[in-house]
């Protein structure tokens, strides 16, 4: 049996004005219909840090990442604000497909196009008009470096996406975000579909991608959140429980349920 | 009787009847083939019928045929391939969705002949187009679009949801996921049917009986205008198919020799029919391979 904790009770930390953020959300709620999937929910994410998004399946963790880019727009209705460089876009008349291309996301299983892995980063591109071979070839380059497969495929840049390892398609994926030079990159359970190896390798990737870019994670593996993130939130039932630094939210998490969670001893 | 037994008598009940159905297959084939291909020659693929002495052969026949696919093809597939588009990938769960798909059910479910009928008395009638070709092609359309439209939404929507998403959260536009990144994943099923359902064409009779007309006015193969009288190409000239040829042999022919024509005709459509099956395959895989670039 699940425990009843109340919603009353949260800590969700917020950051003064020295703090500069990629984004935030203020009032953020999502409905499925009828089915109210996320509450409330305000968390602001500091530039150029891993924030992880935590909690049990169901939470509205992966709810709330898609929000962000506007990816349930056809499936849900999001209300609230979605504040990126001083810009409202949950609203109607912004132009999706170009916070698209600034906001990447990464799914959860590796979703390599069935074309070469040279198409797979530049297809979107092209298709933005860049049509200069040379600036194509050198993105090609600098998204793989970014994303640490340059070494294992710069010599088969023509072979299928498909012929890859797990691990090596799910880079590309992130390699194919970083072509569109977005600057949050929302990932979507990156890792959950991938071994221990590759696991180590996109996080490894991920560390060094902070310095460059803002990054959201949503995971259900807690240790992935204590070796990777700066900020932690976690999300229960629907509402977000707890938003802290992780070291704090891992030593002393300040209210009951995340406790429990980051314990073990949940539910 | 414990488990392994019941599998057992399951297994051979099912071989059985597999082997039934392989078998009457496998003894159509071979009669027709049998039957027919003694009396296959050159000239009888080539010349041209006459049936009242009995000679010649069927070759315009066999070039109507091949014409009126191309022109019930080049008519029927852009129209499918957007209302495949359509049902697989805009049309939202509605009650009007739902009636399009049962429209297209029943017009796939509707009699050759009765397409046939309606061919004739709209185009060739109503029209006054006559009996031709393109009436043939029209109302072939009206056959081979359900099925087609069916096939493509169906090789759409089994590309994998995780492809769209990839495609929207890069930025591309619905449309541009929808033409660059699924419809190549999806290219070999769709070729696939397109081809099986050329197959199916080819070897269609009763529309074509009362649109594309019974008679094969002997046309000029060096003059390939399409506005001229003669030419091969004119679309509003009477061109009896292959398959038509074979009813009509078999049940107005006065040659002697009359089964032994039909005979020779179904064999070579059968092997015209089994020759699509196998290019669907062979394409099929090759586009495949060529997509997915796993050689």
């Known amino acids: ?267 | 009787m414990n488990a392994k037994r019941k599998d057992l008598l399951a297994t051979i009940i099912i071989d059985v009847i597999v082997a039934t159905v392989v078998g009457i297959l496998a003894f159509l084939l071979a009669y027709i083939l049998i039957s027919g291909l003694p009396h296959v020659s050159w000239l009888f693929l080539t010349g041209s019928a006459d049936s009242f002495s009995g000679a010649g052969g069927i070759g315009i026949q066999l070039f109507n045929s091949f014409y009126l696919l191309i022109l019930t093809m080049l008519i029927s597939i852009p129209i499918s391939l957007g209302a495949g588009i359509y049902l697989a990938e805009y049309a939202k769960d509605n009650w009007r969705t739902r009636l399009i798909r049962s429209a297209i059910e029943v017009l796939s479910s509707l009699p050759s002949v009765v397409v046939g009928l309606f061919g004739f008395l709209l185009f060739v009638v109503k029209f006054k187009i006559g009996f031709s070709v393109i009436s043939g092609a029209i109302a072939l359309t009206f056959f081979n679009l359900p099925l087609l439209t069916r096939n493509i939404e169906e090789s759409l929507s089994a590309v994998s949801r995780s492809q769209r998403e990839a495609g929207l959260s890069l930025g591309l536009s619905k449309w541009k996921t929808e033409i660059g990144i699924i419809l190549p994943v999806a290219l070999p099923g769709i070729v696939t049917g397109i081809v099986l359902s050329a197959g199916r064409v080819f070897g269609e009779a009763a529309v074509l009986i009362y649109t594309a007309g019974q008679s094969a006015p002997v046309t000029n193969f060096s003059d390939w205008n399409p506005m001229d009288a003669a030419s091969p190409l004119n679309p509003f000239r009477p061109a009896e198919t292959l398959a038509v040829h074979i009813w009509k042999v078999n049940t107005e022919g006065l040659a002697t020799n009359a089964a032994q024509l039909s005979a020779a005709a179904s064999a070579v459509l059968i092997i015209a029919v089994l020759l699509f099956n196998l290019f669907a395959r062979v394409l099929g895989n090759y586009l495949y391979r060529r997509v997915t670039a796993s050689k």
């Open chain 1, 1 to 267: 049996m699940l425990k009843n904790y109340s919603f009353e009770k949260t800590a969700v930390q917020t950051f003064d004005e020295h703090t500069t953020l990629a984004m935030k959300t203020e009032n953020m709620q999502v409905f499925y219909g009828s089915n109210h999937a996320m509450h409330d929910a305000s968390l602001a994410f500091p530039k150029n840090q891993i924030t992880a998004l935590i909690g049990a399946s169901g939470s509205g963790k992966s709810t709330y990442l898609r929000s962000l880019n506007r990816m349930n727009d056809t499936i849900a209705t999001v209300t609230g604000k979605i504040w990126y460089h001083g810009v409202d876009i949950n609203q109607p008349n912004v132009n999706i497909y170009e916070i698209r291309r600034h906001i990447g996301m990464v799914f959860q299983r590796p979703n390599p196009f069935a074309k070469s892995i040279r198409e797979n980063i530049i297809y979107a591109l092209r298709a933005t008009g860049v049509k200069n071979k040379k600036v194509l070839d050198e993105r090609v380059e600098q998204s793989l470096q970014g994303a640490a497969l340059w070494d294992e495929v710069k010599d088969s840049l023509d072979k299928s996406a498909l012929a890859l390892s797990g691990g090596q398609q799910q880079r590309l994926c992130i390699a194919r975000s970083l072509a569109m030079s977005p600057d949050v990159l929302l990932l979507d359970e990156p890792c959950s579909a991938l071994d221990p190896i590759s696991t180590v390798k996109v996080e490894e990737t991920l560390l060094e991608l902070q310095k460059k870019y803002t990054i959201i994670i949503v995971t259900h593996n807690m240790q992935q959140a204590a070796r990777i993130s700066s900020q932690c939130a976690f999300f229960h039932l629907g509402h977000v429980m707890e938003y802290s630094p992780t070291t704090t939210m891992f030593s002393t998490p300040q209210i009951q349920v995340t406790q429990d969670y980051v314990s073990g001893s949940f539910g």
